[in-house]
């Protein structure tokens, strides 16, 4: 998965930045920081020899702060550990989603559990 540098939220424009400042904190050794007041996301930063974290660790951490944005951004007070199992679940879909769905008028779509038909017609209006 690719960390981008920047990203757009509610017209805000939110920046990636390595902060070496950071220390890995509680048993996973994750680390990062959603800094709402500077409009950034931090999580630790490859390449510490000290402190080494794998790119899968960087990218679920930077998932799990992903989704501190999106909750104060939602207006949710949401619990640490619900955050820790969507950021991880956010990053499981982003390593592991496949191809491109094509979608036409008439074509049904299967969603969990359920099968639906899409109305174009309601998307462009």
């Known amino acids: ?9 509610f017209g805000a424009t939110i920046e990636v930045v390595f902060d070496r400042a950071l220390l890995p904190q509680g048993e996973d050794g994750y680390v ?6 500077d409009c950034q996301i931090a999580p630790f930063p490859p390449g510490d020899k000290s ?10 951490t930077f998932c799990h702060e992903l989704l501190h944005w999106i909750a ?11 955050i820790c199992v969507m950021g ?5 879909f982003l390593e592991t989603a496949e191809g491109e769905c094509e979608i036409r008028d008439g074509v049904k779509l299967a969603g969990i559990g359920v ?3 899409l109305d174009t017609e309601e998307i462009e209006r």
Request: aromatic letters at 6%.
């Open 115 to 117: 099968v639906f038909e």
């Open 51 to 60: 402190l080494s974290m794998s790119r899968k660790d960087l990218e679920r």
């Open 72 to 82: 104060k951004g939602a207006g949710l007070d949401l619990p640490e550990e619900a």
């Open 1 to 9: 998965m690719k960390i981008p540098a920047s990203f757009q939220q």
């Open 88 to 92: 991880s679940l956010l990053h499981q």
């Open 32 to 37: 990062g920081e959603a800094r709402f007041r």
